[in-house]
């Protein structure tokens, strides 16, 4: 069973609307960890947000807010004003915290949806 | 925040060479980095992880003889894609963790791999 799950390939939003960018998870563990990429096409993999488990409060990082609702395990992403700099790529991400404190903070990743900006 | 510097970005070789791909943590000291591989249009899948001074642990079905892995320092560590196939090509990107950032896992830039 997939781990992260990005029901949408692509999506299209008009300049300065908000979108939603939907990420489902499944895990086990009482503690881990929720990330947001955005990966432009020159490749390299630029981190937007996180909210952990234990967060009550959502997060948000200037423009990008993360819904988190732990019942339903989503982490949807939303853009507000979005601008044509926002076309790109962008991955969920999930990482399981050790038990023991050690091991790896190695993260799982969604499929990805194609976010483009229309002007 | 903390930087990952991933080299080369593109590399083009020849069928049956080798390359090497460096990733070094610039302010920090990474106890673990991990090495993705992406196909085009796809997401990125976990290769190996390397913690300093211990040998890689590989995800099922990658072969470590193929692509080795040395994590010689807090700061260093390397993939080499040995006797490398046009099967090979794809963007390889490191990223690095510490025990304390577990709020943000640190990427290099990628390296577009091309074996003609």
């Known amino acids: 069973a997939q781990k992260i799950t990005q029901t949408q390939p692509g999506m299209f939003v008009q300049e300065k609307e908000a979108v939603t960018l939907d990420c489902t998870y499944d895990t086990s563990d009482p503690s881990y960890g929720l990330f947001w990429y955005k990966q432009p096409s020159s490749g390299e993999m630029i981190f937007l947000i996180y909210q952990g488990s234990y967060d009550q409060q959502n997060a948000t990082e200037g423009r990008y807010s993360l819904n988190f609702q732990k019942a339903r395990k989503s982490a949807n992403l939303v853009i507000s004003a979005s601008q044509l700099g926002d076309s790109a790529m962008y991955f969920c991400a999930m990482r399981e915290l050790p038990h023991s404190g050690a091991g790896s903070y190695q993260l799982t990743f969604g499929k990805g949806t194609k976010l483009s900006v229309i002007p | 925040g903390a930087v990952v510097s991933q080299h080369p970005s593109r590399v083009i070789c020849k069928s049956g060479t080798s390359v090497k791909i460096e990733c070094r943590s610039l302010?920090?000291?990474?106890?673990?980095m991990f090495w993705y591989r992406q196909f085009p249009k796809q997401s990125l899948m976990l290769m190996a992880t390397s913690n300093e001074g211990s040998k890689a642990t590989y995800e099922q079905g990658v072969e470590k003889d193929k692509f080795l892995i040395n994590h010689a320092s807090l700061t260093l560590s390397t993939l080499t894609v040995t006797s490398a196939h046009p099967e090979d090509s794809s963007f390889y990107i490191c990223?690095?963790?510490?025990?304390?950032?577990?709020?943000?896992?640190?990427f290099g830039q990628g390296t577009r791999l091309t074996v003609v």
């Open positions: 302010d920090f000291q990474a106890t673990t």
């Open positions: 990223s690095a963790a510490t025990q304390e950032s577990n709020t943000e896992a640190f």
